[in-house]
């Protein structure tokens, strides 16, 4: 069995990582995986797994991009796979459309997958015309199903968790002496602080300004809390982090906060910060920091909106907070900083990384038995 993943590029990004993790589990049990992509820092990874990568540059938002149709038209032919995976709405367009090209007993099977809340127009629909449609959390499938009720029936989706690799994130974890030593001594600040780590770029709908009247709101009870923001500031998006700076700053807040920017030990930082957050103003498709978090044992307070409310609501139900209700927020960190709460272990099924390969396996088989 051949699998053809369609994506726009392999940087890093939570897209990347699911593809990534899929081909390390289905090569590994014999599955041909081919990634088509217009490449990335991830490459060398993907082909480590077993997989090959091929470069087409099938990501831009451009029309020069439909260029790519025929000369997919002609990767389709050669390399018959017999399930054509796409992962984003570009490559997706590009896949379909190289898909429709030709003759139908040659045509792949087609999987698309919603990684992501896209908005609603015809452009997104083309995710919508899988022969499967993959959501990855149960709030993403009532999306589709009321975004797009005439493109996909409720029968041909297909709810797949993303998931966490249990052997690197576990309760027991702990960084190394020379990682905590470096970690101490570039924020001394932190010491003997109740820590809350907000994970994510710095964008608006993170709801960083909302830490404002959640620290105030601790620091008034004598809890010494202090946020660790975890993120990079993209171009373009330095008046959010000023926003984001002047609403702390207003609040007396600001020397309450350290800013590390972009980390790549993000394992480490969760498991060293007391509690994690998610202040998501509008509802996210899955939430995978949030899912390490909580299969290392640390305790995740969040908007009760979208996948982290799913995971919470598996995990830890007392972390589910009314969204964008900080005073509600705040009692709830209150309340841990006297009794941390564990949440539920070890991890169940669908939330594992064998589970979401073995479902996927399961899904690409009995397409290609239907046509046999």
Same mark, same amino acid.
């Given at each position: 069995?051949?699998?053809?993943?369609?994506?726009? @590029?392999?940087?890093?990004?939570?897209?990347?990582?699911?593809?990534?993790? &899929?081909?390390?589990?289905?090569?590994?049990?014999?599955?041909?995986?081919?990634? !088509?992509?217009?490449?990335? *820092?991830?490459?060398?990874?993907?082909?480590?797994?077993?997989?090959?990568?091929?470069?087409?540059?099938?990501?831009?938002?451009?029309?020069?991009?439909?260029?790519?149709?025929?000369?997919?038209?002609?990767?389709?032919?050669?390399?018959?796979?017999?399930?054509?995976?796409?992962?984003? =709405?570009?490559?997706?367009?590009?896949?379909?459309?190289?898909?429709?090209?030709?003759?139908?007993?040659?045509?792949?099977?087609?999987?698309?997958?919603?990684?992501?809340?896209?908005?609603?127009?015809?452009?997104?629909?083309?995710?919508?015309?899988?022969?499967?449609?993959?959501?990855?959390?149960?709030?993403?499938?009532?999306?589709? &199903?009321?975004?797009? *009720?005439?493109?996909?029936?409720? $029968?041909?989706?297909?709810?797949?968790?993303?998931?966490?690799?249990?052997?690197?994130?576990?309760?027991?974890?702990?960084?190394?002496?020379?990682?905590?030593?470096?970690?101490?001594?570039?924020?001394?600040?932190?010491?003997?602080?109740?820590?809350?780590?907000?994970?994510?770029?710095?964008?608006?709908?993170?709801?960083?300004?909302?830490?404002?009247?959640?620290?105030?709101?601790?620091?008034?009870?004598?809890?010494?809390?202090?946020?660790?923001?975890?993120?990079?500031?993209?171009? +373009?998006?330095?008046?959010?982090?000023?926003?984001?700076?002047?609403?702390?700053?207003?609040?007396?807040?600001?020397?309450?906060?350290?800013?590390?920017?972009?980390?790549?030990? &993000?394992?480490?930082?969760?498991?060293?910060?007391?509690?994690?957050?998610?202040?998501?103003?509008?509802?996210?498709?899955?939430?995978?920091?949030?899912?390490?978090?909580?299969?290392?044992?640390?305790?995740?307070?969040?908007?009760?909106?979208?996948?982290? +409310?799913?995971?919470?609501?598996?995990?830890? *139900? $007392? +972390? =589910? !907070?009314?969204?964008?209700?900080?005073?509600?927020?705040?009692?709830?960190?209150?309340?841990?900083?006297?009794?941390?709460?564990?949440? =539920?272990?070890?991890? *169940? @099924?669908?939330?594992?990384?064998?589970?979401?390969?073995?479902?996927?396996? $399961?899904?690409?088989?009995?397409l290609c038995q239907s046509s046999s």
């Open positions: 069995m051949k699998i053809m993943h369609l994506l726009p @590029s392999l940087s890093s990004g939570g897209v990347e990582q699911v593809v990534l993790e &899929l081909c390390q589990g289905l090569c590994e049990q014999g599955v041909d995986c081919v990634v !088509v992509s217009a490449g990335g *820092p991830m490459v060398s990874a993907i082909e480590s797994t077993g997989a090959r990568h091929i470069t087409r540059p099938i990501g831009k938002k451009s029309l020069k991009t439909f260029i790519q149709v025929g000369k997919m038209v002609r990767l389709l032919k050669e390399e018959k796979p017999d399930v054509l995976h796409l992962h984003s =709405r570009v490559p997706a367009w590009v896949g379909y459309l190289a898909c429709k090209r030709l003759r139908p007993e040659m045509r792949p099977h087609i999987i698309t997958t919603f990684h992501g809340f896209h908005s609603v127009n015809f452009y997104s629909a083309i995710m919508a015309k899988g022969d499967c449609v993959v959501a990855v959390s149960e709030c993403m499938k009532e999306h589709i &199903l009321q975004q797009y *009720p005439r493109k996909v029936a409720a $029968e041909n989706i297909c709810v797949i968790p993303n998931s966490v690799d249990t052997d690197l994130n576990f309760p027991e974890y702990t960084p190394t002496e020379e990682w905590l030593s470096k970690w101490n001594s570039t924020y001394p600040e932190l010491k003997g602080k109740y820590t809350l780590c907000l994970p994510g770029r710095i964008t608006r709908i993170k709801g960083a300004t909302h830490l404002a009247p959640i620290l105030s709101a601790l620091h008034e009870r004598g809890i010494p809390a202090h946020a660790v923001i975890v993120g990079e500031t993209k171009k +373009g998006k330095e008046s959010i982090r000023q926003e984001i700076v002047d609403t702390l700053k207003k609040a007396g807040m600001s020397d309450h906060v350290t800013w590390t920017g972009h980390r790549t030990d &993000l394992r480490d930082v969760l498991s060293v910060c007391d509690v994690t957050l998610s202040l998501t103003l509008q509802p996210e498709s899955f939430g995978k920091t949030t899912l390490e978090a909580l299969a290392l044992g640390r305790p995740v307070a969040g908007y009760e909106h979208g996948g982290v +409310g799913e995971q919470l609501n598996v995990f830890l *139900p $007392e +972390g =589910r !907070v009314p969204t964008k209700d900080t005073a509600a927020m705040a009692d709830v960190l209150a309340r841990w900083y006297k009794e941390k709460p564990t949440p =539920r272990l070890p991890v *169940p @099924s669908p939330y594992r990384r064998e589970d979401m390969i073995q479902a996927h396996l $399961e899904l690409y088989r009995k």
